[in-house]
Nanobody, 121 residues
Framework: QVQLVESGGGLVQPGGSLRLSCVAS????????MAWYRQAPGKEREMVAS???????NYADSVKGRFTISREYHQRTVWLQMDSLRPEDTAVYYC???????????????WGQGTQVTVSS
């Protein structure tokens, strides 16, 4: 069993910054992909940023140059630094990891519970 706990969401004015954190716990053997997704009201969930083993990153076009994803493997933590926030960034942000437990040793997807980010004046 793997649990993901996010923190760092909140209300921020346009142009402001937030930093999201996600910590994984449980009987984890390894973690491969770590990512952030978001879902705005009435819209589908979309990938915001991902980072793989070896630190290869990928960003949605809408956040390139504004958001930065980073990870610390041994702390089982992934962060999303969000700068120059816009009202259209308002959404629930979800942490995502592909991890193998020390029981099954098979990569499986895991999701956090989500944290609300609201960008408004």
């Amino acid at each position: 069993q793997v649990q993901l706990v996010e923190s760092g969401g909140g209300l921020v004015q346009p142009g402001g910054s937030l930093r999201l954190s996600c910590v994984a716990s449980g009987n984890i053997f390894s973690i491969s992909t770590m990512a952030w997704y978001r879902q705005a009201p009435g819209k589908e969930r979309e990938m915001v940023a991902s980072i793989k083993t070896g630190a290869t990153t990928n960003y949605a076009d809408s956040v390139k140059g504004r958001f930065t994803i980073s990870r610390e493997y041994h702390q089982r933590t992934v962060w999303l630094q969000m700068d120059s926030l816009r009202p259209e960034d308002t959404a629930v942000y979800y942490c995502y990891m592909e991890a193998a437990t020390a029981i099954e040793f098979i990569n499986a997807p895991y999701w956090g519970q989500g944290t609300q980010v609201t960008v408004s004046s």
